[in-house]
Nanobody
């Protein structure tokens, strides 16, 4: 099983930036993708960005294209999400995920405990 630990969340004003990190450990043989999804209170889970580990192919939700960048450091087993030009609509709990398949910018599989991102206007 994969363990995922997110960090980097916090509070920021609109227009600001945050960088999320996700440290992965554990059994990795079936881990073909990693990604980030978010969930705000009362809202459905939304895939934000995902990446296939082998090819480096990336996928983004339309709502974050041009503002968010997903990247990986395979040597450190760490995933990143650089978030720029944040808006209050980006406020949510952000979860790191690892699994085998990407659907709608979401890597389907295991996920971590999440890190809160709050954007004030």
């Amino acid at each position: 099983q994969v363990q995922l630990v997110e960090s980097g969340g916090g509070s920021v004003q609109a227009g600001g930036s945050l960088r999320l990190s996700c440290a992965a450990s554990g059994y990795t043989y079936n881990r073909h993708c990693m990604g980030w999804f978010r969930q705000a209170p009362g809202m459905e889970r939304e895939g934000v960005a995902a990446i296939y580990i082998g090819s480096g192919s990336t996928y983004y939700a339309d709502s974050v294209k041009g503002r968010f960048t997903i990247s990986q450091d395979n040597a450190k087993n760490t995933l990143y999400l650089q978030m720029n030009s944040l808006t209050p609509e980006d406020t949510a709990m952000y979860y790191c995920a690892a699994g085998g398949l990407i659907r709608e910018a979401m890597c389907v599989g295991y996920w971590g405990q999440g890190t809160q991102v709050t954007v004030s206007s």
